[in-house]
């Protein structure tokens, strides 16, 4: 296989070749600018949550088309899942505030030690994590918000055959291993608490 290696979103991710990186120039909301099958790799990092859902449908969708068959695309986006108790999805009991799990406390003192955080170091625990998760769902740009189930299920019915969750900068490709680079922008930690990545072969 000899197809292209693409990097959307890469801003300070600059990966070198053979990947190309692609920033506001490859415009995701519209049809990518390369041929049917002509793609090896795709990384999308941190780019499907700042267009709305459909657009983030229609980019998989073409990430399809122009990958290889046997190509693979890394999907990784912010999680609110990461953060929701397995008893909260039970809402025939009802759910609160209370159902955020441990990781969300962290997440929020992790966003709170940041020069941007000093809203959250000045309130509560209970309104530091609602802060944080409202930041998580609509700071930042975001205009979609994705979980691990539904990213699967957009990758599964846009054809993809195997989909598989991978640890952050980890994978069972090598040409994947150590591509992330979300943590340049936000940290190790914080990336690592928010991020879900998904490896979905063509």
């Known amino acids: 296989m000899t197809g292209l290696y693409l990097n959307f979103g890469a801003g300070p991710n600059q990966l070198p070749a053979p990947w190309q990186n692609l920033n506001a120039e490859h415009d995701i909301r519209k049809r990518l600018k390369f041929e049917d099958e002509s793609v090896r790799c795709i990384l999308a990092e941190h780019v499907i ?4 859902f459909l ?6 969708g073409e990430c399809m088309r122009v990958l ?12 609110i899942g990461r953060f929701v108790a397995s008893s909260a999805t039970d809402l025939q009991s009802g759910t609160s505030l209370k159902d955020f799990n441990g990781h969300s406390l962290k997440y929020a003192e992790t966003l709170a030690k940041r020069p941007d955080g000093e809203l959250l170091r000045k309130v509560r625990r209970g309104e530091k994590i609602r802060g944080a998760m409202v930041l998580l769902l609509a700071g930042w740009h975001h205009q979609c918000a994705w979980t691990e189930a539904s990213a699967a299920g957009v990758l599964l019915a846009s054809g993809f055959h195997t989909v598989t969750r991978v640890a952050y900068g980890r994978s069972a490709h090598t040409d994947l291993e150590g591509v992330d ?5 936000v940290g ?3 990336a690592e608490l928010e991020t879900t990545v998904l490896e979905a072969i063509k």
């Open 181 to 185: 680079g979300h943590h340049r922008d």
């Open 55 to 60: 657009q983030g449908y229609n980019f998989v």
């Open 49 to 52: 949550e700042h267009v709305p």
């Open 188 to 190: 190790l930690e914080l």
């Open 68 to 79: 290889e068959p046997g190509g693979v695309l890394r999907l990784a986006f912010p999680d």
